[in-house]
């Protein structure tokens, strides 16, 4: 395991402390959690677009051509 040291504005630190606490969690878990989510997104972004890029629009066409134009029925909610 690394050790990071960073600086943040006073502000930032007690916002940490606080949303740390209210999570049961140490500040230290917390920035891990955060920074493993913002990962998450920006890998998953890079993901999407590398998808999209490989996708034909003619295809997708093609392929929504075929959905009925229909209204989808009424569903109970529990």
Known sequence: ???LSIRLPDSLHERLKQMAEK???SMN???AL??????SALHTLDYLKERAARGERR?????????????PEEQDRL
């Open 29 to 31: 878990q917390f920035i």
């Open 59 to 71: 295809e997708f066409e093609a392929i929504l051509s075929r959905v009925p134009d229909v209204e």
């Open 1 to 3: 395991m690394s050790t």
């Open 34 to 39: 955060a920074l493993s989510e913002k990962i």
């Open 23 to 25: 999570e049961g969690v």
